[in-house]
């Protein structure tokens, strides 16, 4: 049985590296759904003094739970993304610290790229985009630090969009307004 198994796992996971290859690895956006969650981290109404997390967002269709930690003048963001019954990816930005996480939740061969911008001090716009790395656990997550160790200045906007393809031109959502 154990054999069996794993024959059938590799044989999935050929299927999907093919059509990775031939169909480049498009949502079609219409099998799309999504919700989202803001969370303003200044103002903590359901803060669990316990653990110190300012606000916890916790879903049915979860890949991971969520827990907001406080951060004055910061605005927390949580999106899933559903595909039929199934969650294909879940993003998160916490304002403490600066951090985004993106999971990816099913081994479809397909991925979505979340795309970052925020403007520091008159600098030029940074502009970065984030994926989860497919792996064969169903479950892939990339969590990252975001501007290195310099973080983004307090109360500074984040712009965040999600979209089908690494070159941008796909996009899913529209533009969220977050804080860092
Ligand atoms: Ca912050
Ligand atoms: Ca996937
Ligand atoms: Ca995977
Ligand atoms: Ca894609």
Redesign the pocket.
Known sequence: MRIKSAVLSLGIAALCTGVTGTNAAAYDDSDLSWQSWYKDTGNCDDFIPEIDYCHVILHSRDLDGTYFMP?A??KAFKLLMYKGSKTVAQVEFH????VLWVYDGVNDGDTVYVRLKWDENNSPADDATYWARGTSATIDSNKVQLDGDD??D?GTTVQLRIYDDKALTDPITGWYYLK?
């Open positions: 951060d003048g910061g304002p403490a610290g600066e973080d983004i307090e860092a």
